[in-house]
């Protein structure tokens, strides 16, 4: 069962049709019954290169994600290398240890399944794919992030997609922040229509 969470569709509406075509082709999960998953979608003021520029870092999550102080990549970057996360304090968690599942440059798409740390999130894999749009007449990115994890004991489905929820939420709005602020300093010219 989805969830789909997106800042511009009250909640119980659902996405609009491109979003879930997105979702369908880029954002496969298969949530087992111990499981939760969902996508949460967040349209940002700025033109997609821009935003993948953030985004792609497998190397710099604390680039835009407020909750890392520290990422250190063991060898290169490439599919399967794995990162070491540092939280900051305030969270239930002091690191990750993650692993680059997927990186395409050209459709925009990265994947990444935690592999381990003192957090709850057991068998998390996430999908973080952006797409080019138009908004108010300028060129425009719509990110959705999309996850599944195991519920831990103690805690329903629900608990468990709202606390995720909140975390990415929490990002997009830091990745929607800068990318928009260097959008503005990148004086990106309205798109003839």
Known sequence: MWRLADEMNPPGIGCRGMEAEYVRRFH????????CSSAVFKHIKAPVHLVWSLVRRFDQPQNYKPFVSRCIVQGGVGIGSLREVNIKSG???????????????????LS?????????????????TAHPETIDGRPGTLVIESFVVDVPDGNTKDETCYFVEALIKCNLKSLADISERLAVQDHTEPIDG
């Open 91 to 109: 969270l239930p968690a002091t690191t990750s240890f993650e692993r680059l599942e997927h990186l395409d440059d050209q459709e925009h798409i």
């Open 28 to 35: 496969l999960h298969e949530p087992t019954e111990n499981q």
């Open 112 to 128: 990444i399944k935690i592999v381990g740390g003192d957090h709850r999130l057991k068998n998390y894999s996430s999908i973080v």
